[in-house]
């Protein structure tokens, strides 16, 4: 057995804790003397699996880590915006991996454990925590930490990332200084809440920005940000705040844009209503694979919130106005695909129709060009008129 899971048994016994004078006790009870660089090295590695993320703590804080999976004791993978990468750690067993979901779950006080098998939570560190126990995840215990970018990026980074050029960037901000209401969508780990908080830090400084999420990962460079965060419900089912009662909530609170994390659920039936009510500029990031598939995505939860398909398309129709949409490139890098409007067809339902669309390493000039460009000539017409 290593001298730390020696010592970590010893400190479990003795009902110790990780300290220098605990961890020399720990070694005297087992007849070893090291010097005081052996016990720090000792108290380090011993404080980060009591205290913090254990085996997995040294990849919280690497710089460029935006996600990190633990698929059984040794299938470690990190995602640094290249794709998954496997790493070569691994813990001894299962129990080890079951024993830091548990920990981290019982931090942010939830409950893991055989009655409830699963956890979806927020630690204080911003890092969000999704662990499911075995037997329900058939080979062990399985862990994914999603970590907060520790500084946004803005479009100029973007940009500088390659992840979109100068001519689509510019558009980017059209977007925004023509108070459009739009969606932010693509697939996992596409960068939706990236981009979003980089579109958000481009508002004017004088409006309010209200956001609503089911966790706060949300960290735009404005001065005059409020956040509110749903809540589910306790272990005696009572206490919940759903998103839509707070997407609701934004709409006395005086608001320039309303901003939802991401809508997947009746919360967007709200959102659309407020885009339908004078709130301009709204928006939120959505799951789907292509920016075609919006209608039909929001269509289907629209229909869980009771809505039939018409009365889906006539607020999506008059509520939404672009979707900038997000993917990866075969490399696994995160990239814009295009800016997308919309457009109702003759059947009266809503369709996407590309005005900026990447092609290669370029982007060109969608059918749809013409209606950003129209709202583009407005605005500078309006500010013209303004500074005449």
């Not at 000792?42 to 993320?53: D, P």
């Amino acid at each position: 057995m290593k001298l730390a899971d020696r010592v970590r048994s010893r400190l479990v016994v003795m009902q110790g804790e990780a300290t220098h004078d605990g961890v020399a006790a720990a070694l005297r009870d087992e007849g070893l003397v090291l010097g005081d660089g052996a016990i720090l090295s000792l108290v380090t590695e011993l404080q980060r699996e009591f205290v913090g993320a254990g085996l997995l703590d040294p990849l919280l804080h690497q710089p460029g880590v935006t996600d990190i999976l633990v698929n059984g004791p040794d299938q470690i993978w990190i995602d640094r915006g290249q794709g998954l990468e496997h790493i070569p750690l691994a813990f001894n067993n299962d129990d080890e991996v079951r024993a830091l979901a548990q920990r981290l779950a019982s931090a942010v006080g939830r409950r893991l454990d055989d009655a409830h098998p699963y956890v979806d939570a927020r630690m204080a560190s911003g890092v969000r925590l999704h662990a499911i126990l075995a037997p329900i995840s058939t080979d062990g215990t399985v862990i994914s930490l999603r970590i907060p970018a520790r500084q946004g990026l803005s479009i100029d980074d973007l940009v500088e990332l390659g992840s979109l050029d100068a001519g689509a960037a510019f558009w980017i901000r059209m977007v925004i200084d023509l108070k459009l209401s739009f969606f932010v969508s693509g697939g996992t780990g596409s960068g939706k809440t990236t981009v979003l908080a980089a579109m958000l830090g481009m508002i004017a400084h004088h409006e309010r920005i209200v956001i609503v999420e089911d966790s706060a990962e949300l960290q735009p460079d404005h001065p005059h940000v409020v956040r509110l965060q749903s809540r589910l419900a306790n272990l005696e089912g009572a206490g919940a705040v759903p998103m839509r009662d707070l997407v609701r909530q934004t709409l006395r609170m005086r608001p320039d844009r309303i901003v939802v994390g991401e809508v997947r659920g009746a919360e967007v039936i709200e959102l659309l209503t407020a885009l339908n009510t004078g709130h301009e500029g709204g928006c939120a990031t959505v799951h789907a694979n292509s920016a075609a598939d919006i209608p039909a995505r929001i269509e289907a939860l629209g229909l869980v919130a009771g809505l039939d398909r018409a009365a889906v398309h006539a607020l999506l129709g008059a509520g939404l106005e672009a979707v900038v949409h997000l993917d990866r490139d075969i490399q696994g890098r995160r990239q814009l695909q295009g800016i997308h409007v919309v457009q109702i067809n003759e059947q009266h339902q809503v369709e996407l129709i590309p005005a900026v669309v990447r092609e290669g390493s370029e982007f060109v000039d969608g059918p749809g060009i013409h209606k950003l460009r129209k709202r583009a000539q407005h605005l500078l017409t309006l500010d013209l008129l303004a500074t005449s």
